[in-house]
C-alpha cells in the first residue's frame, strides 16, 4: 500500500487515505465470502446427508438435520444482502482511485512542472500589426462569435465561408493521414450511456464537466475516444487481432467550468468543438513502444502544418485521471505569444481495459486485460487558431502545402 500511496502522490492525489479504506473494505469483503461460501458449503453437504439418512430410514436424524439446514438457510439471506453491500462500496470506493502513474513521469503540481521533451519549427517573424485570430477570422468573415452567442452562448462559435471549408478541410487531411498510417476510419454516436462514460475514465471525475441529457440518461461526448474505445467494451479478443487502430472525427462538447479570463479568447476555449482522434488496443508488451509510435505520428502531422510546436512530458499532477503517461503537443500562437496545447497522448494501460473489461486470449489460452492508448490528431479550434495566426500576411492567410489540395487553395485573401 505505501508504494501504491507512492506512486498517487506524484500524481497530486490528494486522498491517500482510501488505499487504507480500500485494504480495509477488501478484507470485510472477504470475510462475507468466506462466511457465505462456508454456510452454503455446509447447506450442501447436510442436504445431502440427509438424502442418505432418508434412503436408510432414519427419519429422526434427517429431521434434526433439516433443523439445523432451516437455521443455516436462514443466515444465508442477511449475509448474501451485507455481501452485495460490501461489494458495493468496495466498487464506490475503488472509482475515486486515479491511475497509478509510469516511472517516467515527473513529479509536479502544476503546468509550470511538466518537462519538454523537444521542439520543432521556426517562430514566424511577423510583420507589425501581426493580429490574433479572433481578429483574423473577422476581418476574413471566417468565424462569427455573436452569432454563436446569439443561437446558442458563448463558446459556441459559427464558421462561415472560407472558415467552415478550412475546419472541414483540417478534418479531411487529418483523417486522410490517419488511416494511411493504418488507422480505420470509425463515425461513432456522440452521445453515450453511462456505461460507456464510466469506462474510459469520464465518470464519475469528469462528470460535472459533461453535459447531460437527463431524460435519456445519455452524456455528449467530450472526445471521440469515449465512443470509439468503448466499440470494445465486453470484448474478448484473439491475440492476432492486436493491435486495433482506430481514427474518428467528432464535434466534442465540454462544460468548461470555472474557465474564465484572458486565455479563453476566440478559439482558445470552446464549450463545443471539432477533433480527430486515434485510438489504438494492443497487447500490454506494446503499450510503452505504441506510445512513443503515436507521438511521432502526431509530430509529423504537426510538422506537415508548418508550424513551431513543442512535446511535453506531462507531470503527475497535470495528467488526466485515467492516464498512465501523457505528452502534450503545443503549438506557438505568433499573435498572441504563448503555446497552446493541439494533443494530448496518452497510454492508459489497463485501467480503462479493466473498467470496460476488454481482454484477448493468447496463445497459451490465458484471458489477459488488453491495453488502450489515445491521442488527438488534431484539436481544431486552437490549430485553427495557431494556423491563421503563423502563415498571416500583409493581405491574408497562406494555406499549407499539405493542406492545400484539401482546401483547394493556397490563400485566403488577397
Known amino acids: 500500500p505505501e508504494a501504491v500511496k507512492a506512486r498517487l502522490a506524484i500524481k497530486n492525489f490528494g486522498q491517500p487515505q482510501l488505499v487504507d ?33 432418508m434412503a436408510k430410514g432414519d427419519k429422526a436424524a434427517a429431521e434434526s438435520l433439516k433443523a439445523q439446514v432451516a437455521d443455516w438457510k436462514q443466515s444465508l439471506e442477511p449475509l448474501k444482502l451485507s455481501l452485495a453491500q460490501s461489494e458495493k462500496q468496495l466498487q464506490e470506493t ?64 459559427v ?19 490517419n488511416t494511411a498510417a493504418g488507422y480505420t476510419e470509425y463515425l461513432p454516436p456522440f452521445m453515450v ?80 468543438f471539432e477533433k480527430v482522434e486515434i485510438i489504438q488496443i494492443v ?19 504537426v510538422k506537415s502544418l508548418e508550424l513551431p510546436y513543442r512535446i511535453l512530458r506531462l507531470c503527475g499532477g497535470d495528467m488526466g485521471f485515467a492516464a498512465a503517461i501523457t505528452y502534450d503537443f503545443e503549438v506557438f500562437s505568433a499573435a498572441q505569444e504563448r503555446w497552446l496545447e493541439v494533443s494530448s497522448v496518452s497510454n492508459f494501460e489497463s485501467f480503462q481495459t479493466h473498467r470496460m473489461k476488454c481482454r484477448f486470449k493468447g496463445a497459451d489460452g490465458k484471458t489477459q486485460l488488453a491495453h488502450s492508448l489515445n491521442g488527438s490528431s488534431l484539436a481544431l479550434p486552437r490549430i485553427l487558431a495557431a494556423l491563421l495566426e503563423n502563415h498571416q500576411t500583409p493581405t491574408g492567410i497562406r494555406i499549407p502545402a499539405a493542406l492545400q489540395p484539401y482546401f483547394g487553395s493556397d490563400t485566403i485573401g488577397a
Not at 25 to 50: C, W
Not at 206 to 231: C, R, S, W
Not at 283 to 301: C, F, I, N, Y
Open 21 to 53: 479504506q480500500i485494504i480495509a473494505l477488501d478484507d470485510e469483503r472477504k470475510r462475507l465470502q468466506l462466511a457465505f461460501d462456508t454456510t452454503q458449503a455446509q447447506v450442501n453437504a447436510a442436504s445431502k446427508e440427509i438424502g442418505q439418512h
Open 94 to 157: 475503488l472509482v475515486l482511485l486515479p491511475n497509478l502513474p509510469t516511472a517516467e513521469v515527473p513529479a509536479g503540481k502544476t503546468p509550470e512542472d511538466n518537462v519538454v521533451v523537444r521542439e520543432g519549427g521556426e517562430k514566424p517573424v511577423l510583420a507589425n500589426g501581426a493580429k490574433p485570430h479572433w481578429e483574423l477570422t473577422q476581418i476574413h468573415g471566417l468565424i462569427d462569435f455573436e452569432l454563436g452567442n446569439k443561437i446558442t452562448g458563448s463558446g459556441f462559435p
Open 159 to 177: 464558421y462561415t465561408g472560407k472558415g467552415a471549408k478550412l475546419q472541414r478541410a483540417l478534418v479531411q487531411y487529418f483523417l486522410e493521414f
Open 193 to 272: 450511456n453511462a456505461d460507456s462514460a464510466y469506462a474510459t475514465g469520464q465518470l464519475p471525475d469528469k462528470e460535472g464537466q459533461m453535459y447531460h441529457a437527463t431524460a435519456d440518461d445519455f452524456y455528449l461526448i467530450p472526445t471521440a475516444e469515449v465512443p470509439v474505445t468503448n466499440i470494445y467494451r465486453d470484448t474478448i479478443l484473439k491475440e492476432a487481432d492486436l493491435p486495433l487502430k482506430m481514427t474518428a472525427y467528432s464535434p466534442c462538447f465540454r462544460r468548461e467550468a470555472g474557465s474564465y479570463g484572458k486565455d479563453v479568447r476566440g478559439l482558445n476555449r470552446l464549450h463545443q
Open 283 to 301: 497487447h500490454p508488451d506494446q503499450s510503452a513502444a505504441t506510445l512513443l509510435d503515436m507521438v511521432a505520428h502526431v509530430e509529423a502531422l
